[in-house]
Each structure stands twice: as structure tokens, then as C-alpha cells.
Nanobody, 126 residues
Framework: QAQLVESGGGLVQSGGSLILSCATS????????MGWFRQAPGKGRQFVAG????????NVADAVKGRFTVSRDNDKNAVYLHMISLRPEDTAVYYC???????????????????WGQGTQVTVSS
């Protein structure tokens, strides 16, 4: 059974940092492009960052560019979102997702992804 499980969320002060992890299992997700999305209360799901199957191609949303980076370790079946200089507006549930259609293409909309994790809450206090 295909599974994506996020971890690493929590409460952090403004200016702090967190590393989110996404553990994958049940499929060869190492051949999939992967993405991170977030959803704040009352808002739609927003693309944060993504990377190709090898990690050679990355894409980071303008809202977090320079503060967030994305990486993966295919040997460990894991994808990471490194977040620094966190701001209150980064507060959201963060989701990991996998896209099967083109392993070198990073969709920026949720419809481009086939598998999703359950999400992990990130709360940034001011």
C-alpha cells in the first residue's frame, strides 16, 4: 500500500527553523517527482516546493524562496523540507505529495499529484 508520512512539524518561534520529513513506502517513489504543499485555515492548498526524481531539478515558491529548500534521499525513501527564518504566515498544515506522470516535471497544482500524506502542522508564533 502506497504511503507518504510526514513528520517534523511543531510549534516554533518566528525566525526559527524546522526540517520536515516525508517517509515513503509501498511504491518506487524514488522514480516520482515529489512536492510539498501547505494549507492554512480558510485557504486553499498552496505549492511550496518540489523536486524531480533525482533531486537535480527543484522548484521553490516565491513566497518561501531563500528560506525553504527541498531535498531527497532515495536510498532512505525520504523527502525533506528545510525551513529557516520562519514567519507567522508560514503557519499551516504541510503535505508531502508524489507525482507519477513525469519524474522530471514538478507540478505546482495539487491535481498534478497522485499520492498524498496526511499532513503535519507547523505553527509559527510571533
Amino acid at each position: 500500500q502506497a504511503q507518504l508520512v510526514e513528520s517534523g512539524g511543531g510549534l516554533v518561534q518566528s525566525g526559527g527553523s524546522l526540517i520536515l520529513s516525508c517517509a515513503t513506502s509501498g511504491r518506487s517513489f524514488s522514480n516520482y517527482a515529489m512536492g510539498w504543499f501547505r494549507q492554512a485555515p480558510g485557504k486553499g492548498r498552496q505549492f511550496v516546493a518540489g523536486l524531480s526524481w533525482s533531486g537535480a531539478i527543484t522548484n521553490v515558491a516565491d513566497a518561501v524562496k531563500g528560506r525553504f529548500t527541498v531535498s531527497r534521499d532515495n536510498d532512505k525513501n525520504a523527502v525533506y523540507l528545510h525551513m529557516i527564518s520562519l514567519r507567522p504566515e508560514d503557519t499551516a498544515v504541510y503535505y508531502c505529495a508524489a507525482a507519477s506522470r513525469n519524474r522530471n516535471s514538478i507540478p505546482k497544482i495539487s491535481e498534478g499529484y497522485d499520492y498524498w500524506g496526511q499532513g503535519t502542522q507547523v505553527t509559527v508564533s510571533s
